[in-house]
């Protein structure tokens, strides 16, 4: 009794806003009391109502009262104190309607800090200490709070369901095996708990793979959206120019070509972003299933992990992106040549052959095939730099020029073992994966293969299935001073065209075309392979064993994209 006295006292002496002892306490007109600070902050708040009104009663005042300290108050607060009166439990100790309430507690009931899978039942922190203390009890399974618990109750046999049907795919009760279940295949939950969650990792890293997939993707459209309005700019004031220096018959015709650049600029752009928009809300859907895929990967109760799987597991379908197949950068500029040709012979132009204008400019079309670059420049915009990856070399090729330049030597270096090291054959291969539309060059000497792969591509044994261009994982170009020869699956094909020490190699991914240049002053088309890429590939180098063969891949300076 004098506790609950002691309790109402309590009661009578807190502030009904921040729960705690009166500090600077206040009355106000309608006779209740607060903190100073707390009906302060409470009445800021409403200052744009105009009305203020009393937390606990809602009597409203139509001017806010002035506040006044209640002196005889605060001296009793402070005799309280020195009494050793506390501050009143908070609220958040108590259970509300959200909350998972201590199911032994009498009276107002205390939020539950574990629920115990063996007793169904949920505990505050007071009754739970048995589980502590208890040495039959330490060994229940102890979850975070849950409401769920009946649904761990087998309805047939009023049995905990601690067991797995994968025949039914259902969680059963151990009597349920022994009846309804008998012969199907079943599990303890917890096992298949394990196995579903490593099936939900697998989901995991399927969808955060999708995900730096469409960020890439969306990167490009975000790149194509600046070179289209970059090109579309320049054509517009190329235009501008080659017409301004015609008289007033072709006034008309520049602001028409104008119109249709503007027009079909709009056209490419719009479809681009709404590609783009697509792909950001994949994202977006995709990050909100990884959250909840962590969100049940944490879940300790196996049971309702069981009962979530089915529906979080499955994925949607993703947006397909296969259209994304950007053609090298040229958009507009076709339509400055047919431009220069108004120019040079106006009246047939004006008369005859005006359509080719049109025409040129409705052929852009950004998310298809574009043939390849005709110019070195043009390749520039799309070279990439590569480096070697040490741990696929040979142990006869030494690295160097910042793992750029490998060079084949006769003395073995003590590189540590590696499961992706070539070991027969004196090749290595880059440390980046090529995609998209990428251009490389190589820096030769001697005899060496200028080479891409797959991943996959066999790294032991003396068979020739590991050497560049013996196999259906790889394409390489053997470069020597007697000229070239072009090797695919053990099947080599003489290229003729003019020596070079330099090599490009062109590849656009999703186009499936790889061809290789030979690099001087001009460019010359030595091969191009017309085929379907299913692996993100890899750029290699194979060295014979000839004295001094070398092979280097070139530092480029990309060209900027206007």
């Known amino acids: 009794m004098a506790q609950q006295g002691n309790q109402l006292d309590q009661e009578k002496f807190c502030c009904s806003i921040c729960l705690d002892l009166l500090k600077d306490p206040v009355t106000i007109p309608c006779g209740h009391s607060y903190c100073m600070n707390c009906i302060k902050t409470h009445w800021d708040g409403e200052d744009q109502k105009k009305n203020h009104s009393c937390p606990q009663c809602r ?104 067991m797995f049907c994968r025949t039914d795919q259902q969680c059963i009760c151990y009597l349920c095996s022994m009846d309804e279940h008998k012969g199907h295949d079943t599990v303890s939950a917890a096992a298949e708990r394990t196995e579903r969650q490593r099936e939900l990792e697998l989901s995991r890293q399927k969808i955060q793979q999708r995900i730096q997939d469409r960020e890439k993707d969306v990167k490009v459209l975000q790149q194509e959206v600046k070179a289209i309005n970059g090109s579309a700019d320049k054509a517009v004031e190329d235009s501008e120019k080659i017409f301004t220096e015609l008289i007033r018959l072709t006034e008309k015709r520049s602001s028409d070509v104008k119109q249709q650049i503007r027009s079909q600029q709009e056209t490419e752009v719009s479809r681009v972003k709404e590609l783009q928009e697509k792909l950001e809300q994949e994202i977006t859907e995709l990050k909100r299933k990884d959250a909840e895929l962590k969100q049940l990967s944490h879940t300790e109760d ?168 013996c196999n259906d994982k790889s394409w390489a170009l053997n470069c020597s001073q007697n000229g070239y020869k072009f090797w695919f699956n053990k099947i080599n094909t003489p290229v003729s065209g003019p020596q070079s020490s330099r090599v490009g190699v062109y590849l656009d991914h999703s186009a499936g075309i790889l061809s290789f240049y030979s690099v001087s002053e001009t460019m010359t088309l030595l091969h191009r392979v017309q085929t379907t890429f299913t692996q993100p590939l890899y750029a290699g180098l194979g060295l014979c064993s000839s004295y001094g063969a070398t092979a280097e891949l070139c530092k480029l300076k990309q060209t900027k994209v206007v």
Not at 376 to 389: C, N, P, T, V, W
Not at 405 to 417: C, E, L, N, P, V
């Open 59 to 162: 009597k409203i005042f139509t001017l806010r009262p002035d506040l006044v300290k209640n002196t005889m108050l605060a001296d009793l607060v402070e005799e309280l104190k020195k009494t050793g009166l506390q501050a009143a439990p908070a609220d958040h100790c108590h259970a509300g309607p959200e909350d998972v309430a201590c199911d032994f507690c009498t009276g107002r009931k205390l939020k539950a800090v574990k629920s115990c899978l063996m007793c169904l039942v949920s505990y505050c922190e007071k009754h739970l200490q048995p589980h502590y203390d208890a040495a039959p009890l330490k060994k229940h399974k102890l979850v975070e709070p849950s409401k769920k618990l009946q649904e761990n109750i087998c309805s047939r046999h009023d049995e905990v369901m601690k």
């Open 302 to 469: 196996h049971t309702q992990f069981l009962h979530n799987y089915p529906s979080l597991s499955r994925l949607s379908e993703s947006t397909d992106s296969s259209s994304i197949n950007i053609r090298p950068l040229r958009y507009f500029e076709d339509v400055t040549a047919a431009v220069s040709k108004v120019r040079d012979k106006l009246q047939d132009i004006l008369s005859e052959t005006w359509t080719n204008i049109s025409l040129t400019v409705t052929e852009v079309d950004v998310l298809l095939s574009q043939p390849e670059p005709k110019t070195r420049a043009g390749f520039l915009k799309y070279s990439q730099e590569i480096m070697l990856d040490p741990n696929t070399a040979h142990t006869h090729l030494l690295l160097s020029e910042g793992n750029r330049k490998a060079t084949f030597i006769s003395q073995q270096r003590s590189y540590s073992s590696h499961a992706e090291r070539f070991t027969n054959w004196y090749q290595v291969l880059s440390r980046e994966s090529l995609t998209g539309r990428c251009y490389w060059e190589v820096e030769w000497r001697g005899r060496v293969f200028v080479a891409v792969a797959f991943k996959n591509i066999r790294r032991t044994g003396s068979s020739n299935k590991c050497a560049f261009g």
